[in-house]
């Protein structure tokens, strides 16, 4: 998938979570009748999954990493009754509501997708698509960013694995 493709999926699924939130935002997210552990239930159970749906072939680029983020804290910050002239600071509010990072979990998720693909048999689909290497000229231009060269990058700077 090239990037503008998977930078158009990503926003789709950005608009979807964002859209979920405003739906949900007067009956849930706002309602101080519910307990803040009921919100966090349903932001782990019904936002993170919208979110994310599809994450483990993304290819993570500054600007795609940022969105996330600024997704996963709108949702966060509405919970917590944390409006931005309150000026605190992202990983406060996390550690306050004791949430994971978003992104940690993403790549976790990816590492896994990657490990099982490694584990699988030479012989199968999966494993022959990941190791075809096209031929032919490339575009002009700096070369996109493979899904390959993204997931050896974080397994370099994760694992320490080359």
Do not use: N
Not at 132 to 138: F, I, L, Q, V, Y
């Amino acid at each position: 998938m090239s990037e503008g493709k998977m930078e158009c999926e990503i926003d789709r699924w950005i608009g979807a979570a964002s859209e979920v939130l405003w739906t949900l935002y007067w009956t849930v997210v706002v309602k101080r009748e519910l307990s803040q552990k009921a919100r966090l239930t349903i932001y782990q159970s019904i936002y993170v999954p919208i979110l994310t749906y599809g994450h483990e072939l993304w290819v993570m680029t500054k600007r795609t990493r940022s969105r996330i983020q600024a997704a996963e804290m709108r949702f966060l910050c509405r919970v917590s009754g944390i409006t931005l002239r309150d000026r605190v600071r992202s990983s406060d509010i996390r550690e306050g509501l004791g949430v994971e990072l978003l992104l940690l979990r993403i790549e976790r998720s990816q590492l896994r997708w990657f490990r099982h693909l490694i584990r699988t048999p030479p012989a199968r689909l999966l494993r022959e698509v990941f190791q075809a290497r096209p031929t032919g000229k490339r575009p002009r231009g700096r070369p996109r960013t493979r899904w390959r060269d993204y997931i050896s990058q974080l397994t370099w700077e994760r694992l320490g694995v080359p």
